[in-house]
């Protein structure tokens, strides 16, 4: 008997703490549940959304959206996560009732159909930690409300038709208690958008920004120096834009940097001797500027460079120095240029190169035979130099080569006639 009502007092403690679990969870998530059903309602292919429905003669205090496709639930069965990525969502976010979904902390719509414009009222989610609305077909402007997102570590706006600029205020203002602005920004990704405009010097204020991806949009202007402030920042990609002056020499303390990309833009002056401080670059692309002088001669330093370009520019001077004993280079492309040096002195053996390019430099000397060393070469173009003695027996190592250019320079001799047995070769050109 004891026993008896000892079971029944537990069962009955169990129903009470399942009523007021239920009752709380179902309270609090009715009108996330609504809000959510709303959009999709408004969404063109529902059928992505089957698992979205009210359950069967529910009333509305059980409608519980935990299990929904894409959405997670924290313990109080509140709506924290969105994620529907690349699943063929059609549609707007017109009728997304941000408002009632502020337990969010991350919404992740990326790769879909989603057209109109970012709600201003997206500013709502004041707990919101992560953002992608990348790979879109989203227009209008970055609201400025996204200010807001005080939590926010990860933005992405890529590959969408947004206009407009990058309003400064979107950043804290580097004053003391900084309560609005993207103050927790570590990733913030602006890819082949149509936003231009400068880039904000009150970045700078983004202590922790570790990765700014701005390539392929409409940015012009300079590079902000306040960039320099940012000793988190590991990727800074900025190529395909029209930004223009000099690459601000404090870039060169940012001890985390691993790759720098500032290709085709309109960027001038001498690159800054400094960027040779940035031990741990393993991808620098320059190339496709208007630079002038000599390339930072320590460019290698940390030994880590993998993919380094800075071809069509016009960098005079020497080949750096510290590229002959880089053994951890890729691929190379120093081309159109108007470098110096010797390409039997210069160059080291580097067993991962697959693709070197210093045509139409001022290249001396000869393809020694350490070039067949760089077992992994598919192309070796040096045309357009002054390169001079004779092409060694050691090419024919290369038995990954499909490219080799040596036109227009004074190299005598044959080709090694074991050379034709390079069933991949297809180019192959030289003097007579
Ligand atoms: C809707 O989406 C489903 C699943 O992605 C797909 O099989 C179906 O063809 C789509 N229907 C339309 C009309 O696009
Ligand atoms: C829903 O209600 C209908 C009629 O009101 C009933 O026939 C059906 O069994 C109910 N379904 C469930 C799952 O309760
Ligand atoms: C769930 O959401 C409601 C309404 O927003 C809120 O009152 C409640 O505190 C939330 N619970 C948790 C654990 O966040
Ligand atoms: C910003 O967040 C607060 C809550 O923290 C909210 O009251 C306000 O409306 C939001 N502002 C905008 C522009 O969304
Ligand atoms: C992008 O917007 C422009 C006008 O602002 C329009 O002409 C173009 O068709 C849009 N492209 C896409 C893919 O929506
Ligand atoms: C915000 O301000 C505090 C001092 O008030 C400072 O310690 C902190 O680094 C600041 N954070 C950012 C992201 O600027
Ligand atoms: C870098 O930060 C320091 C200290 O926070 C500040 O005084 C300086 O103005 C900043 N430099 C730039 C270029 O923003
Ligand atoms: C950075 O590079 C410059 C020029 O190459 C050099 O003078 C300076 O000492 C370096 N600074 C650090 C901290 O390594
Ligand atoms: C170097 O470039 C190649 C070819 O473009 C690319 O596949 C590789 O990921 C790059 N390496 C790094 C470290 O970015
Ligand atoms: C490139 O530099 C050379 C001298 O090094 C100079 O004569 C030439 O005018 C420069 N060309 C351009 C396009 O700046
Ligand atoms: C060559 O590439 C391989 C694979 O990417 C890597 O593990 C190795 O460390 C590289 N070697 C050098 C010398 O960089
Ligand atoms: C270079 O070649 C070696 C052997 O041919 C291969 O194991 C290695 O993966 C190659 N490295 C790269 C970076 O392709």
Partial sequence: ?????????????????????FSEASFASNTEAEALLKWKDSLGNQSILQSWVAPENSSSTTLIPCLWRGITCDNAGNVTQINLPNVGLTGTLQNFIFSSLTNLLRLDLRDNQLTGTIPSS????????YLDLAKNLLYGTLPLSLANLTQAYELDFSRNNITG????????????PNKTGLVSLKNFLLQKTRIGGRIPEEIGNCKFLSLLALDESRFYGPIPSSLGNLSELTVLRLSGNLFSGNIPPNIGTLSKLTDLRLLTNR?????????????????????ENQFTGHLPQQICQGGKLVNFSAAYNNFSGPIPVSLKNCHTLYRVRLEHNQLSGFLDQDFGVYPNLTYIDLSFNKVRGELSPKWGECKNLTALRVAGNLLGGKIPDEVVLLNQLRVIDLSSNQISGELPAQLGKLSNLLVLKSER
């Fill in 267 to 287: 960027l001038s002056g001498v690159v800054p001797a400094e960027l040779g401080n940035l031990s741990s670059l393993t991808v620098l692309h320059l190339a």
């Fill in 165 to 176: 600029i990058i309003d400064p205020r979107l950043f804290p203002d580097g004053s003391a």
């Fill in 122 to 129: 997206i500013g709502v989610l004041y707990k919101l930690q």
């Fill in 1 to 21: 008997m004891a026993r008896g009502s000892c079971v029944s007092l537990q069962l009955l403690i169990e129903w009470i703490v399942l009523f007021l679990f």
